[in-house]
Nanobody, 118 residues
Framework: QVQLVESGGGLVQAGGSLRLSCAAS??????????MGWFRQATGKERVFVAY?????AYADSVKGRITISRNNAKNTVYLQMDSQKPEDTALYYC????????????WGKGTLVTVSS
């Protein structure tokens, strides 16, 4: 059984920064084999892609230049560094893991809430 646990969410003022972490665990889970991604869901909206990292990384247009995804395979952890935050970044942020690619995630965390005040 694979568990993804997000942390680091909270309240930040517009223009500020936050770093989210997602720790992965599981008896047969080989972290380095998985694409790791971050998604977010604002209130009343659908969940959308934010960023993923495999051998390379990619970002949604709405966050390019402000958000950086990274991973530490030795710690089974993926990070999301969020700078120059905007109120529209307010959302529940989910971590996900997938073997086949970032559009086909196998496992999801429960999310961590980020609130950006204006």
């Amino acid at each position: 059984q694979v568990q993804l646990v997000e942390s680091g969410g909270g309240l930040v003022q517009a223009g500020g920064s936050l770093r989210l972490s997602c720790a992965a665990s599981g008896h047969t889970f080989t972290f380095s084999r998985y694409y790791m991604g971050w998604f977010r869901q604002a209130t009343g909206k659908e969940r959308v892609f934010v960023a993923y990292i495999g051998w390379t990384s990619a970002y949604a247009d709405s966050v390019k230049g402000r958000i950086t995804i990274s991973r530490n395979n030795a710690k089974n952890t993926v990070y999301l560094q969020m700078d120059s935050q905007k109120p529209e970044d307010t959302a529940l942020y989910y971590c996900a893991a997938g073997l086949r690619g970032p559009t086909d995630m196998d496992y999801w965390g429960k999310g961590t809430l980020v609130t950006v005040s204006s």
